[in-house]
């Protein structure tokens, strides 16, 4: 078996029926739960198929004969003569389907739209070329979740899942396909909008409203059902932990409003797409003993456990609080009163990648099972220098012995790290996915890994993702507004704090003074402002369109405190030769030294510039 179960319509003949809903459910569970058996038990032999399918059906394509592959399909030839790629190679070709260009270039089957990744290249989102088919193939992949989930949490085709989700804007490349994120692109898509009844996708949230493009008309339409629906909700979640945590905040500001409409049962003026109202007003009944209900738990004063007051029935959170999202852990806590957080699966825009078959471990152990059905993975190892960047140094073209490190998904070593490494159905081949992980252990011959971190990024706080190259350049621009006050940045470093909702980014900056002009805080805030300007189109969607990122703060210290940082660090055992001052911090004794140091502090007085569906397009095609 090579592809994921197709299982439409499984419920056809159930009609109202619960208790024959119920054991459909657990029939099609089976299935999925043997599919996985199966391809694990057999990973190496499911990857060689799958290479081998990849590389026949694109045999003629160019991006292969340009290599000269010549139609040879087994894994060592490939392996000697592919290169291992990453966005900047692949470039050239993407500017060619994004123009136009319909020859077979890197895929047999027709690009159907590009994925939006939110890693950049030059600023701008990278695209991935992706196929009707690879839709497809990720869309029965999200049919493993709830197989998985059920075998510890039973009873959930009894009840409700409230997700909060969004869908983003779009962009049409000059040869008019669309670009969008590739959550976007699922809820858009048939699988999503005309999916046949499954218990396991029945979501308090109307189609509409997740369609909806306003994000406020979005999210409040959402979280109205939500609250209308509170006692059959068994599951909450959003797809990362800061969306999760964007939607209490949102509950925070407005649930006035919302009891508002729940007590009268109209709904607020300001929805006014109607298809969501149409959707919405099938739901909302006037119940003045609900919206009483939650003004009396909203009313209070702490916050503690609002998830489980209002919700009662919810057994976990669905959030992916893995890698950097892993600081939201606490907050989200606080909310659930400690409600399990449930991590299901690890996937991006190259392709969906792999499942959490032990979903209610702690956050900390998570492990994704890479589906060795999804594409051909191999594993760059990686030494990581242990800084408190998490930063990797890696060459960006691998010589001939690197390139032959490189090792197959059945071969990984339990505790090494690798950089994955991607060929997908979909046209792309031994690309650097930029991740990288750890092998914690194995479901029968196929590995299961810890999501370590993303290649090179310093600061994150939801889907953005700032390295340290980009964070130079953008201090860099910033600090040119000091000049003529003859005034320079000694030093500085940076935190991604998520104590303030929405998280936000903070610089902390050593100053030279020279001159005998105060620099008024008017200055600094330009300085915050040149930043933001500066940093990448995720970083400014997230700032602008999505508000899930908060003002960016300058934070001045007193001379010497980067001297005290590196004596702190001395003491821990660091060598003063190799010493250099972290771009990021994330250490809590290490931020504490810093913010017990500070002198003044100024924040951006606006957003940064960021237009809706705006893409630089490269058009100067070789
Ligand atoms: P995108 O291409 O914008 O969809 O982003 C995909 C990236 O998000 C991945 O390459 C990872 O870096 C990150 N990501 C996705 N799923 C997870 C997860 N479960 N845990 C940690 N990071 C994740």
Redesign the pocket.
């Known amino acids: 078996m090579s592809e994921a179960p197709k299982d439409e319509g499984a419920y056809a003949h159930a009609h109202d029926d619960t208790n024959t809903i119920y054991s459909v459910a657990e029939e099609k569970n089976k299935k999925f739960l043997q599919f996985i058996e199966e391809v694990t038990a057999n990973a190496d032999e499911v990857q060689k198929r799958v290479l081998a399918e990849i590389l026949s059906r694109n045999a003629h394509v160019e991006c292969l004969k340009r290599h000269g592959l010549n139609g040879q399909t087994d894994r060592e030839t490939f392996k000697k003569i592919m290169p291992v790629t990453t966005y900047e190679d692949i470039q050239p070709d993407v500017n060619r389907i994004a123009n136009g260009d319909k020859s077979h270039i890197i895929c047999s089957q027709p690009i159907s739209e590009f994925l939006t990744?939110?890693?950049t290249s030059g600023g701008e989102r990278k695209l991935m070329p992706t196929t009707e088919e690879e839709l497809e193939r990720r869309s029965l992949l999200y049919n493993l979740l709830m197989p998985v989930m059920s075998q510890f949490v039973p009873g959930l085709e009894r009840g409700k899942g409230m997700y909060f989700v969004f869908i983003k804007s779009e962009v049409k490349t000059p040869g008019g396909l669309v670009a969008h994120?590739?959550l976007t692109s699922y809820y858009k898509s048939s699988h999503f909008k005309n999916r046949s009844f499954d218990p396991y996708t029945n979501y308090t949230s109307p189609n509409e409203t997740i369609l909806c493009p306003d994000s406020y008309q979005s999210m409040y339409s959402q979280m109205l059902c939500g609250l209308c629906l509170n006692k059959e909700v068994l599951r909450v979640g959003a797809v990362f932990a800061s969306g999760f945590i964007r939607a209490i905040r949102f509950l925070e500001k407005h649930w006035s409003l919302l009891c508002n409409d729940i007590r009268t049962g109209t709904l607020n003026p300001q929805i006014t797409d109607p298809s969501v109202r149409e959707a919405v007003m099938k739901i909302l009944k006037p119940d003045p003993q609900l919206a009483e209900f939650i003004e009396g738990e909203c009313g209070m004063e702490s916050w503690q456990g609002i998830i489980t007051r209002l919700w009662p029935n919810t057994k976990y959170i669905d959030v992916?609080v893995?890698?950097t999202?892993s600081q939201y852990i606490p907050t989200l806590d606080y909310y659930s009163n400690g409600l399990p957080l449930v991590?299901t699966?690890?996937?991006?825009?190259e392709c969906f990648l792999g499942v959490n078959l032990n979903p209610l471990c702690k956050p900390s152990e998570v492990s994704?099972t890479l589906i060795p059905t999804v594409g051909y993975f191999e594993f760059l190892p990686v030494d990581r220098n242990n800084g408190v960047t998490n930063c990797i140094s890696m060459p960006k073209s691998l010589n001939g012995k690197e390139k032959q490190e490189l090792v197959d998904l059945a071969d990984v070593k339990l505790g090494q790290e690798y950089e994955l490494v991607v060929t997908t159905y979909a046209g792309l081949y031994r690309y650097r996915?930029?991740?990288v992980l750890r092998v914690a252990g194995f479901k029968n011959k196929a590995p299961q890994f810890n999501?370590i971190c993303?290649k090179n990024v310093v600061l994150s706080i939801d889907?953005d993702k700032t390295d340290e190259v980009e964070l130079q350049n953008a201090v860099k621009n910033a600090v040119s507004h000091l000049v003529p006050f003859d005034a320079r940045v000694t030093d500085y470093t940076s935190y991604a704090d998520t104590t303030t909702i929405p998280g936000h980014y903070v610089l902390f900056w050593e100053l030279s003074l020279n001159g005998s002009t105060p620099i008024p805080p008017s200055v600094f805030e330009d300085c915050c402002l040149a930043v933001e300007e500066s940093l990448n189109s995720v970083y400014r969607q997230g700032r602008v369109s999505d508000k899930s990122i908060g003002p960016l703060e300058i934070k001045i210290v007193e001379a010497g405190t980067f001297d005290k940082l590196m004596d702190h660090a001395l003491s821990l055992g660091a060598s003063i030769n190799q010493y250099k001052t972290p771009r990021c911090v994330k250490f809590a004794p290490i931020v504490e030294l810093l913010n017990s140091r500070v002198k003044a502090s100024y924040s951006s007085p606006k957003c940064p510039k960021w237009v809706a569906g705006h893409k630089k397009w490269n058009i100067n095609v070789k």
């Open positions: 990744s939110s890693g994120p590739v992916i893995t890698g999202m991590c699966r690890y996937a991006s825009s994704y996915v930029g991740d999501f993303r889907t």
